[in-house]
Structures are given as C-alpha cells and as structure tokens.
C-alpha cells in the first residue's frame, strides 16, 4: 500500500501542473477568509454571522466544495496523462498489476482530502478565531460535521475526476466532458426531465447541494440559529456511495481494457 | 531445457480480424529467440499480451513455469518501440518509479545509468532528451533488477547503421551473460545475424518455428539454360542430388542438394552432346526463402 502511494507522489510532486492547481486551491482557501467580509455582506449578514464559530464550518465548506473541482481536474490530469504519456502501458509492463495502478489513484485521492480537509480545518480554526463574536469563541468545534461532509465531497468528486480521466482518456477532452456534465447536464436533467425531487441525490446534486446545504433559514432569518448543523447521514452515505462507485467503474474499465 | 515462456493457442481477435490466430510457441532459456513477420503479422500483438498490456480472447501463455501472475513480469526487461516516459520527471526519477514497481533497490540505478551513458545527464527531464537518448534510457530501465529476458520489439527501428551495429552487440553481450532474449523483427537479416532459434509469423498465425541454422538456411540452386528446354529438363530426371526442377521462361531452375557439383552437371550435358548455353550455381538468397515462407 505505502509502495504505491510512494509511487503516486513520486510522480505528482515535480509535475509542474499539481504545484500550480494546488496552488491556486490554498490560495482560494485563504482568499475566501479574507474576503469574508464582503461574502457576509452579499448574504446581509454580519463577519461574526458566517465567519464566526460554529457557523464558519458550514459556510467554508460550502465554498470549499466549490474549490475541489481544482483537485478535480488535477485528478483528470494525472489519470489522462498515464494515457497520454502511455505511462499506464509502462507501469504494467514493468510489472504492476491493473488493480494496483487503479488502487494507487485511490490511494492518491485519499491522501488528497485528507490534506484538503486538514487546510480546512486549521484556516477555519483560524478564522474562525479571528472573526467570532467573543460570546462563540467556545463554539469551535460545534457543526464540524460538515468538516466530514467536506471531507466526503473531496473524495467523491477526486474519484468523478479518476472515472472521467480513465474513460476519456484525453485530458482536454475528459476536463470538457466533466465541465459540461458538472453544470449544464445535471441541472437539466434535473429541473427539466427528471420528475420534481428525484434528481437530488444525482452526483452534482449530492456533492453541492445535499452533503453541505446552502443555510437558507439562517440567512432568510437575518442571523437566527440555523436548523442544519451538521450533514444529513443519508447525504454522507449517498455521497460516498458515488466515490466508490466512480471508483469502481475506473477499475472494470481499467481491467478490461486494451492499453 | 527449461522453457522460459510457453503459449498454447494464444489468440486475439478485434471482431472479424484475427490478429493472433493460435500461437503455440515455446522459448528454451538462454536462447535467442526471433519473431520474425512481416509487418502487421501480429508480432506486438503477441508481445501485448505477453507483457499484460493486450487482454487475450483466448488461450494462454506461461512464463517461468508460473503461470500468467503480473510478478513475472519484475523479471523481464523490455524494450518496445516506443519508450515511455514521464516527460516532467528527469531521467533519474523515471528509473526511480520503475525500481519501486519491480521491487529493486534504488542503488542499482546509477549502474544502469552509466551503462548506457546517461549518468551526466540524469538530473535533467525526460523530455529534453534526444530520441537516442530517450532509448538509452528506455535500456537502462531495462536492466533494471538485472531480469531473467530481454524482451525486444524492433530495437533497430529508425537507427542508423551505427546504432543498429551497437543493438546487435548489446544483444550478443546480454545473451553471453546467460540472458535470455526474445526479439521481434521484420528484418531476416537481423534474426539470421543474432538468434539462435525463430519463429516465422503471418497474420497471426505461426508458419515455422525451429532453430535459425534449420529454418533460415540458404539453399542450393542451379540455373541453367539451352536451345530446347524441354529435352533439357527431360535429361535430369534421373539426376542425382537434384530436389526439384522448375520449369522457367527462359531457363530451368535447380533446386539441388548441398555439395551438389555443376561442372559435373555441364560434362554430363556435353557427354551426350546437348551444350548449355547458360549455367549458374547460387545460394538461395534469404529473402527468397522469407519471401516464401510468407508468401500466401
């Protein structure tokens, strides 16, 4: 197992590409701490009101979300690459298993939320120190729910990237392809084809709506205690159900396939 | 002799096309073995599926006695076409991702290195390398882990005359050092220059298979010419050391046993007052023979 992770990071850490995506993630995670001031003032709320404990976890991971598809998009990049380079071709020549490149993306990803997760939560520890009212200051961890819920989404959507990498193959055209089917797609199945409700837990759907919902009472109410504090179990269970499943779907195709 | 690989019928068909139509080969170790087929007769195809990378539609293949596991493959070097690297990564963390697959010591890189004589250039990416380069780098990766068989695909493809020179000793040398070593090639000269046995492929089906001095070996032949083929060809009959007479345009082509003497042919000829006006003893060049064995 840590064979493989070595391998993977052997592989990630000089390409220039990931140094510049993962980049560009840290950055919008500290952007939006910085901005968060003019985020609550879009929302009529106040700095303490959303960037403040405990609601701080609920409204940045609901943006983080967001910041994943960059860890998305590094995930198509560097499953298209093996493609493209025919450097899966090679791996399996020099004597790893089929299994083992698919377990080794896996493995990859997992690493990935965890530090995701981890960037999370200390830049909310932190802001939320900055910003809360000193009545909440004891309120750190309260709704760290959604601090797992974060953490599945990145799983989720890391493993959408490896399903869309390994069946396009093309980096350019697997990205489009994820591009098109993240909005247009799910929105018009959803709103337009799909009977009312039964499009909410399709992927998109899940991993930005259901796991971290959008706090509408707590922004309709000015400020009032809002209901959700954490995930619900069944966006969390559906959520990785997804993860394993895109997963899953890499490794059939990645065994069957002629490389 | 132990078998080094065994296949039993191994097949691939992309819908109608059969590309390896049931190939039963067998290579002994220490052996230098050719496969030896036109282009298209199947020859990749055959090492896909030997290296894992080609899915079989059926049949199967064994190397080292065990089986079809993917830990056989640690102990094959190969050399395919095309050497696929990371681009981004320079010449020494490629060799690193290859040695943490096989399972060898990440010392053994720098040896390989300098075998091929990229040692200076080893911090540098893949991707500034030069085509040569980037095959002494696909070699060295090779070496790796010091494997039981080489396996090669074309290695002389694109070089020149230099370089083709250097492949074929690098193949002796290995092949001295105990090495087993399977080579494909659409190049007769090649396989007749470094192998010991062939496998002569077309269309994906196996034509001959046996030691190069049995299968490749020029034949004798004999040309000859006169007034009135006809009472010429009648006369040799019952010559002795002839194989086989084949009536041409212009001439008779002998195709005679070895040792076969023309002078004598030419008195026997003028003992009974016929006189040749054309004769010729040749060997068969190997191309023919090729050319024949391949012919439809």
Known sequence: MLRLLRIELLKLIPYRTFKILFLIYLLLMVLWLVGGKGIANTLGLTPEQVLGYPNIWNYYTLYACYFNIILTILIIFITGNEYTYRTLRQNIIDGLQRTETVQAKVLLIITLSIISTIVLTISGVIGGLIYSADADKGRMLEHGGFIFGYFIQSLGMMSMGLFFGTLFKRTGLAVIIFLIFLFPVDVILRAGILPDGSGDYMPVATYFLKIVPFPLDHVMSHGEEPTASAPTMLSLGVGFAYAVLFAGISWMITKKRDL | MEPVLVTVQLKKHYGPIQAVNGLDLAVQKGSVYGILGPNGSGKTTTLGMLLGITNPTSGSFSWFGKGQIDDNRKRIGSLLEQPNFYPYLTGEQNLKVVALIKG?????????????????????????????????????????????????????????????????????????????????????????????????????????????????????????????????????????????????????????????????????????????????????????????????
Not at chain 2, 125 to 154: C, F, I, K, W
Not at chain 2, 195 to 205: D, L, R, Y
Not at chain 2, 272 to 287: M, N, P, T
Request: with cysteine.
């Open chain 2, 104 to 296: 060898v010591d990440e010392k053994e890189i720098d040896g390989v290195l300098s075998a091929v004589n990229l040692l200076d250039r080893k911090k540098s990416q893949a991707r500034t390398y030069s085509l040569g380069m980037r095959q002494r780098l696909a070699l060295a990766s090779a070496l790796l882990g010091n494997p039981d068989v080489l396996l090669l695909d074309e290695p002389t493809n694109g070089l020149d005359p230099q370089g083709i020179a250097e492949v074929r000793d690098f193949i002796r040398n290995q092949s001295a050092q105990g090495r087993t070593i399977i080579l494909a090639s659409h190049i007769l000269d090649e396989v007749e220059k470094v192998c010991t046995h062939v496998s002569v492929i077309k269309k994906g089906n196996l034509l001959a298979q046996g030691t190069v001095n049995d299968l490749l070996k020029g034949e004798d032949q004999v040309e000859i010419a006169g007034d009135n083929l006809a009472a010429l060809a009648e006369q040799l009959v019952n010559y002795p050391g002839i194989k086989r007479t084949e009536l041409l345009s212009g001439n008779i082509l002998l195709h005679v046993e070895e040792g076969f003497n023309p002078a004598a042919l030419n008195k026997y000829f003028s003992d009974k007052q016929i006189h040749l006006s054309h004769l010729v003893a040749r060997k068969k060049r190997l191309e023919e023979q090729f050319l024949e064995l391949t012919a439809e």
